[in-house]
């Protein structure tokens, strides 16, 4: 069974602009089916497609599963069929011993930065870097899901 722990937090801008950096990743992804109990998702990047089927959200659990696709059927099924889509750039970094994946986000989500990690297990230990402010894993306008259809520009508190 395919099982994702993740755990997100927002990014201090002015600290991640000194960040020695690898050339980031773009990513266009859209929403095929997007429920309370469960999300199909395409996410495309210019070398790879992906058909990603997550379940409902469990803590910071959830059930995950995602396929390799032809990166010409993921522009075609999200050019017919996305309901709704965020474009950002994705920068892979390692910070002692783990993976963190950062988000610069594009569009109508101009101006939000996130981190996310994921763990082995809920209650793993990880060590933060500098720029790592607060934690919004429990905060749903941050799912990738909600900001395609309530983006970050049309929030008045931008906490």
Same mark, same amino acid.
């Given at each position: 069974? +395919? !099982?994702?722990?993740?755990?997100?937090?927002? !990014?201090?801008?002015? *600290?991640?602009?000194?960040?020695?950096?690898?050339?980031?990743?773009?990513?266009?992804?859209?929403?095929?089916?997007?429920?309370?109990?469960?999300?199909?998702?395409?996410?495309?990047?210019?070398?790879?497609?992906?058909?990603? =089927?997550? +379940? $409902?959200?469990?803590? /910071?659990?959830?059930?995950?599963?995602?396929?390799? =696709?032809?990166?010409?059927? +993921?522009?075609?099924?999200?050019?017919?069929?996305?309901?709704?889509?965020?474009?950002? /750039?994705?920068? *892979? $970094?390692?910070?002692?011993?783990?993976?963190?994946?950062?988000?610069?986000?594009? +569009?109508?989500?101009?101006?939000?930065?996130?981190?996310?990690?994921?763990?082995?297990?809920?209650?793993?230990?990880?060590?933060?870097?500098?720029? $790592?402010? $607060?934690?919004?894993?429990?905060?749903?306008?941050?799912?990738?899901?909600?900001?395609?259809?309530?983006?970050?520009?049309?929030?008045?508190?931008?906490?």
């Amino acid at each position: 069974m +395919g !099982v994702e722990i993740e755990r997100k937090f927002l !990014v201090d801008k002015d *600290k991640w602009a000194h960040v020695i950096k690898p050339t980031g990743t773009h990513y266009r992804q859209g929403y095929l089916l997007d429920e309370a109990k469960r999300i199909i998702r395409v996410r495309t990047t210019d070398k790879q497609g992906f058909l990603t =089927i997550k +379940g $409902i959200t469990n803590g /910071i659990t959830r059930k995950e599963y995602e396929y390799k =696709i032809p990166v010409e059927e +993921g522009v075609e099924l999200l050019d017919a069929f996305a309901e709704s889509e965020v474009e950002k /750039i994705r920068y *892979k $970094i390692t910070f002692e011993g783990k993976l963190w994946e950062v988000d610069e986000f594009h +569009g109508d989500n101009t101006g939000l930065l996130m981190a996310e990690i994921e763990l082995q297990h809920e209650d793993e230990a990880f060590i933060k870097p500098d720029w $790592i402010t $607060i934690e919004v894993s429990n905060d749903g306008r941050y799912y990738n899901s909600n900001l395609s259809k309530n983006p970050f520009k049309n929030w008045g508190n931008k906490s």
